[in-house]
């Protein structure tokens, strides 16, 4: 794994492998700080491909290595409309299936944006309110889409935006088609935590695989700051970490 400075930020890049121990290691530290002080850490969590590696290193730490996750609070970035929670590609499936099934969290302690709700722009306010009453997030992992998304904060996604009811950017839709079987099938709105939540998080990790990301992640990276690419937001953080392997850093 080597340092690149990529304008005026600086990366870390190598195999998927090295990234996901070196993502492990932050959280690690972090949960055995917390654990010291006898408080919880508050965990930002994603879905998608990309962090998939990460979790089974979480979870390899967890059963080889007695990581615990008993003092973690989480809260996941966003959620689909519609599906509700059995549904398998619902994000609460997807987080239960390839990390808390396996660790030792509390069920009581696992947040993600609702599904379905009666009224979803209150039920994102009270998600946002969830974060701050627990403290705020302490470490917040993202992936990126592939117009420059985080969470699900779509282009023309401000600075200034909080967890709410988001529409789906076509891009988006023909990306998760397949997982669907097939475009009509994906719901087209969902609830993202926003870009002020994020960046508000004392620690923010972007990681990103493979050469299809590698044009918008060096957008994000280093060119304009603006709400053509949501990512790019992250260059203004004063604590971010990017974490790309050699594909989508195109080194
Ligand atoms: C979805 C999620 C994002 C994720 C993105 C990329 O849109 N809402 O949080 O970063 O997909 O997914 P992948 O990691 O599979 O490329």
Redo the contacts with the bound molecule.
Sequence with gaps: MKKVQIGSQEALVGEVDELCRALADEVEALLKSRAGEGKPAVLGL??????LPFYAELIRRHREEGLSFANVISFN??EYEGLGRDHERS?WCEMWKNLFDHVDVKPENVNVPPSVAENPDQAAAEYEAAIQAAGGIDWQL?????EG????NEKGSSAESRTRRVT?ARK?IV??APGFGGEENVPTH?I?MGVATILEAKRVVL????A??KEIVHRAISGEVGPDVPASFLQKHGNVGWFLDDDAAGS
């Design positions: 994603a879905t998608g491909s990309t962090p970035l966003d994000y993202l992936g990126i889409g592939g998304h985080i969470g699900f789906l988006t990306d998760a969902a993202t990681m990103a695989r493979g299809s990301k």
